[in-house]
């Protein structure tokens, strides 16, 4: 597992890890249930600044585990699954790290390359079984990526992506009037005309949070129509000191289990967000006055901050599961609207279920097929308002 004490001065990195270890191992032994190879490809492996020599605290270390881990469990089962992780590190000092990975892992294919992923990844989608089951992770180090060069790999089948939007530099850049930084945003962004919307909101005065949902929506979108993905949702990542985005990790999946399981994921990481933050807030308030308990005690008594946010989730969910419901005559399946709402809002699939049996009680909305005993709504229920 990963660990705090790992990201000493990087725990912003430490919050990406927790939510990367969590979600891997959940999606790696899922989709082994159903698919005979599982690969997993890092566009930007590193490592960068490790402080574990297992490389525990990295974005490849976490998968390999998740990797081995699901294999050995399946193996347990009677069933072989082969797993493969194709790393890729431009960089040749980090490469040369890099390189003796996969003798530490004998049970899992491990191919690494040494060049710009760009170049790489032709060469990684020709080797990959078009049955095989692939998870794309793109975490680069910079921001300028022109999105059209991913096609590709984000139209392959079987597969989903993490990108990692670096939002802070890119809200920066997207005000900029240089016009090789407007074609660079222009080329990451493609869709969503973020670009007026942009205008139009800074005419109203518009806040950090205006900016950034402006931004991550027209880049989920972007990511979204190149990739006929049915479901894309972001979870953010704060700097470790201010209330601020740094950035966002943007996960596109064509199936509701995957929307599913990210939000489950995405709430574990942002409690344990929550927890590391007001530590290294308290231990920098100490550097700087040599008073920790004050602090701690300021914090404790501070308001939930989190919980406020997801509470303001919850009903906006309400609300979007309220407006994709039908009116009589027309009808929908359940099971069409809750992923919906769940790509959305930072909500979890139980909390959708509670309250759709609420809005039933209240009568705002209607279930003809509800049974008798049944808490929840059940996928094949029928809904209408």
Known sequence: MVAIHDYQGREQAYVKHVFLERYLERLVHKTASRYDRIVYVDGFAGPWQSANEQFQDTSFGIALRALRQAKATWKTNGREVK????????????????????????????????????????????????????????????????????????????????????????????SMKDSAIEQGVDELIPYGGWRKKLEQAEERGATSEDRKAILVDAFGESLAKIGSYNYVAETTVLKPLSDRALYCLCYATRHPKGIEVFRDCQLKALHEQAKARAATKVKHAEAITGQREIFESLHEMAPNVLETKLSAARRMAEKTLLELTPAAPASAKYAHIWPQVLAKHIVRLPDVNRIAARLRTEQKIIFPEWQPGKRVPQPNYKMHK
Do not use: C
């Not at 060069?149 to 079987?158: P, S």
């Open 83 to 174: 797993m493969s992780a194709y790393l890729v590190e431009q960089d040749s000092a980090a490469y040369d790290r890099l390189a003796g990975v996969a003798t530490r892992y004998p049970d899992v294919e491990v191919k690494t390359f040494h060049h710009d992923f760009l170049k790489a990844l032709p060469a990684i989608l020709e080797i990959i079984p078009s049955q095989a089951f692939a998870f794309f992770f793109i975490d680069p180090k910079g921001w300028r990526f022109r999105l059209h060069d991913l096609a590709k790999m984000l139209q392959r089948d079987h597969s989903e992506v993490i990108f990692n939007f670096m939002f802070d530099f890119i809200n920066r850049a997207a």
